[in-house]
T-cell receptor, first 113, second 113 residues
Framework: KQEVTQIPAALSVPEGENLVLNCSFT??????LQWFRQDPGKGLTSLLL?????REQTSGRLNASLDKSSGRSTLYIAASQPGDSATYLC????????????FGSGTKLNVKP | EPEVTQTPSHQVTQMGQEVILRCVPI?????FYWYRQILGQKVEFLVS????????KSEIFDDQFSVERPDGSNFTLKIRSTKLEDSAMYFC???????????FGPGTRLTVT
């Protein structure tokens, strides 16, 4: 069964700092990997999707990389802002028919002004 | 921008009662999903649905659960006889194709008393 782990569980940084969130998965047979943001009591907002054949994706201050063979992905946030404070989740699309989506437990980010 | 909507936002029910959670996916999407998140825990995959049938389901999705697309717009999750442990946030998601990113609704908080 696919296991997705995110490190660290929580992170507190001053505004302006660049930071890296880590995601690892045990089964490299994935279809794609998606990073989400979750604000308290809210739904999930998609940030970036990386297909299994891709190495990275960028959107604004966010850059996500994927190393499928080693079962790792990183989310890089440049010049962090207080508005970036949220929980960041990664999820992999996997399973026999690639119809199951497994989530990590998230990294709770606090960006201090 | 198109979005996934869910109703109700909060549902309180007594143990043993049936509940139906409703979702309106994005109109041109073909793949539909239900997830749940128990407070403080990971988001867990429940079921995926395509072409009017279940594509994949998790171990959580037992005989108490069912999904339906009763018309061209709604996608529902029914829990036949709710248990205390069914209390969670339930998220609906949809995607255009299997390889595209999933878009999540804001969730329905189900409280079973």
């Amino acid at each position: 069964k696919q296991e997705v782990t995110q490190i660290p569980a929580a992170l507190s940084v001053p505004e302006g700092e660049n930071l890296v969130l880590n995601c690892s998965f045990t089964d490299s047979a994935i279809y794609n990997l998606q990073w989400f943001r979750q604000d308290p009591g809210k739904g999930l907002t998609s940030l970036l999707l990386i297909q299994s054949s891709q190495r990275e994706q960028t959107s604004g201050r966010l850059n996500a990389s994927l190393d499928k063979s080693s079962g790792r992905s990183t989310l890089y946030i440049a010049a962090s802002q207080p508005g970036d404070s949220a929980t960041y989740l990664c999820a992999v699309f996997t399973g026999n028919n690639f119809n199951k989506f497994y989530f990590g437990s998230g990294t709770k980010l606090n960006v201090k002004p | 921008e198109p979005e996934v909507t869910q109703t109700p936002s909060h549902q309180v029910t007594q143990m043993g009662q049936e509940v139906i959670l409703r979702c309106v996916p994005i109109s041109n999407h073909l793949y539909f999903y239900w997830y749940r998140q128990i407070l403080g825990q990971k988001v867990e995959f429940l079921v995926s649905f395509y072409n009017n049938e279940i594509s994949e389901k998790s171990e959580i999705f037992d005989d108490q659960f069912s999904v339906e697309r009763p018309d061209g717009s709604n996608f529902t999750l029914k829990i036949r006889s709710t248990k205390l442990e069914d209390s969670a946030m339930y998220f609906c998601a949809s995607s255009e194709t299997q390889v595209n990113e999933q878009y999540f609704g804001p969730g329905t908080r189900l409280t079973v008393t």
